[in-house]
């Protein structure tokens, strides 16, 4: 009798490169983050509140931004780009721009960034111009040596749509306002880890897996030096969660080494793979 040829299991997903910016200042409460609420038509993450972030552009890792970066000399032309996207990312979603002027130590002022927003954000966003053009014709060091490595992770294999990921914190400028782009995300809010986690708790907001976890990690800190702090010396871990199928459902687990104080968690299921940790 013969037997049917068992079919190959499917190849992953490629993971896109991808980069998140976490705008920290002191609030009165104590440490907060800028968060906003994405579209509810954009296919990742729809009505979810996340930190700024996008994919890395192919021009984000123009060799010519190089010269645009000062202190960028210990860094991989792919590090280099994910932090190039950062500061793109955070220019378009909510108008904070990590730059200076050329041979300058201090970001630009308010009053100019109200020039460069005009002239740039949006053709950014739209790719009509890149950041290199921009350094170039505006003579502008991008301060991509203002954002310190706070995770990184990369999406399960088992996912259609897959991510690589990395996270940074950043200062954020006090002159700069930051303020959602209306387009890809619809609100925005400045917050405490501990009150963002209340309110996804309660219902109020939409807060997936991976923004969650990093939101509890980041509360850990009571001000934004004392994070900074903590970044510069943790050792970066690399997240690719394994799912697994049980007896009592589906669980997901990641290494002890990444510091989350947990290493698996049942998944409850639905669009944003809510989850309970073990």
Same mark, same amino acid.
């Given at each position: ?31 907060? *983050?800028?968060? *906003? ?21 192919? @021009? ?20 280099? !780009?994910?932090?190039? @996207? ?12 990590? &730059? ?10 308010? &009053? ?14 739209? !790719? ?12 502008? +060091? ?44 619809? +609100? ?6 501990? +009150?963002?986690? $209340?309110? $996804? +708790? ?10 969650? *976890? ?11 030096? &004392? ?30 080494? $990444?510091?989350? !104080?947990?290493?698996? *968690?049942?998944?409850? !299921? ?9």
């Amino acid at each position: 009798m013969s037997r049917e040829a068992t079919p190959a299991a499917a190849k992953p997903a490629t993971a896109r490169p991808a980069a998140t910016v976490m705008l920290l200042r002191d609030g009165p409460k104590g440490m907060e *983050v800028f968060m *906003v609420v994405r579209h509810h038509q954009i296919d990742f993450a729809s009505g979810a509140l996340v930190f700024p972030g996008g994919s890395v552009d192919a @021009a984000d890792r123009s060799p010519l931004l190089r010269r645009h970066c000062p202190r960028c000399e210990t860094l991989s032309d792919a590090e280099l !780009g994910f932090r190039v @996207a950062a500061v793109r990312e955070a220019f378009e979603e909510c108008g904070v721009l990590l &730059a200076r002027p050329a041979e300058s130590d201090r970001l630009v002022e308010a &009053a100019r960034l109200a020039d460069l927003e005009a002239a740039y954000r949006q053709p950014l966003e739209k !790719g009509e111009v890149t950041m290199v053009e921009m350094a170039e014709r505006e003579r502008l +060091d991008i301060a991509t040596d203002l954002l310190v490595p706070f995770a990184h992770w990369i999406t399960p294999e088992t996912m259609p749509k897959r991510f690589d990921t990395h996270f940074f914190l950043v200062e954020a400028p006090g002159d700069h306002v930051a303020l959602h782009d209306g387009r890809e995300s619809v +609100d925005s809010v400045w917050i405490t880890p501990a +009150d963002a986690c $209340a309110e $996804a +708790d309660g219902g109020r907001r939409t807060v997936i897996f991976p923004t969650r *976890v990093n939101l509890e990690k980041l509360g850990r800190n009571t001000s934004t030096a &004392a994070a900074l702090e903590a970044a510069r010396r943790a050792e970066i871990v690399t997240v690719l969660p394994q799912v697994q199928r049980t007896s009592q459902g589906r669980i997901m687990r990641i290494p002890a080494e $990444a510091d989350y !104080g947990f290493t698996e *968690v049942h998944i409850a !299921g639905g669009s944003n793979e809510s989850a309970r940790r073990i």
